[in-house]
């Protein structure tokens, strides 16, 4: 083994960049713990309050969604004492809606949640669509979607399934809307049960019941 003798006044340039190095790893290790190993914030809130937070927010832009026939979205945001709050609402197209994930400090984010824009004959707007229900699945968030009749689905990533929490005029519904008996939504699915429901969607409707 070589030996190497060390400058007598030392070399500070060398420790200095030692130092700095050993700062940065530390920073590596410590931001990896942080961001694999912490445990995932739990929801304050109950779930009827994010319910009734969700419908009450869904139910005032219901009839702006209903006049210009588009989807508006946005999300619910709960700070660290569980109050509740929505972020600006986005406007989409008459079939799809997205919005900026941008957080205000302290605000975090719970659930998403849509319109499905004015009632229309040819489209399935009663239920969640497939694209819904994955989208939160993927995006590993709760979702909240309003129809046009009026009902309002409780999207559960956990779960990958999406619930009705209420019916028909639950909330504002579009004077347009008229239902289709023939081809009426269950209380909860999942996704082999919303690619069911899309795939045996034969665009028909029964006369209404007497």
Known sequence: MRN???PK????????????????AWAVIVGKAVLYDAPAREVIASDAELTDFAKNTLDEIQPRSFEENREFCGL????????LSASE??????????????SPMGQHPIATFHTHGSFNDDYDGEAPSLLDL?????????????????????????????TQVCGLKCIAQDPKYKPCY?????????????????????????????
């Open 4 to 6: 190497q003798e060390r």
């Open 9 to 24: 006044n030392g070399n500070k340039r060398y420790t200095a960049l030692a130092f700095a190095l050993c700062a940065i």
């Open 76 to 83: 619910i945001f709960e700070d660290d004492d569980g109050a």
């Open 89 to 102: 609402i986005h406007e989409g197209s008459e079939s799809e809606c997205s919005f900026s994930w941008a």
């Open 134 to 162: 994955k989208t939160d699945i993927g995006d590993q968030i709760d979702g909240f979607v309003a129809t046009p009749g009026g009902r309002v689905w409780h999207v559960d990533w956990q779960d990958e399934t999406a």
């Open 182 to 210: 023939s081809f009426q939504p269950v209380e909860k699915y999942n996704v082999a049960e919303l690619l069911a429901r899309t795939t045996g969607d034969g665009g028909e409707c029964s006369p209404p019941r007497p």
